[in-house]
């Protein structure tokens, strides 16, 4: 059983930087992905950054170039370092962990993933 924990949120103004962390249990070199999703009030949640176990790193067009996914092998725990932050950043950030190989063109999709965080909100003001 994978258990996922998210930390690191808070409110910032537009500009601003956070770094989140998620702290994985029970994780298993089998687990082929792991990322970031978020879901703004009234809207579904979408994946932003994911990154597979040989590296590769997958990120939404609304955050590259801004948002660095990476993790510590070490610590079991995964990041995401939030740069220049905008309030339509504004969300509630999710962790989570799949055990199956997704096809590149579904890495960002929700349903792929079978094991979720319970979610850390960052508030970006203007």
Partial sequence: QVQLMESGGGSVQSGGSLRLSCKISGYSPTNRCLG??????GKERTGIAILETTGSETYAQ????????????????LYLEM????PEDTASYYCAAAIVQIPSWLLLKDVQYKYWGSGTQVTVSS
Avoid at 67 to 76: E, G, L, P, V
Avoid at 83 to 86: A, E, K, R
Wanted: glycine letters at 4%; proline letters at 4%.
């Fill in 36 to 41: 970031w999703f978020r879901q703004a009030p």
């Fill in 62 to 77: 609304s955050i590259k170039g801004r948002f660095t996914i990476s993790r510590d092998d070490a610590t079991h725990t």
């Fill in 83 to 86: 740069n220049n932050l905008q």
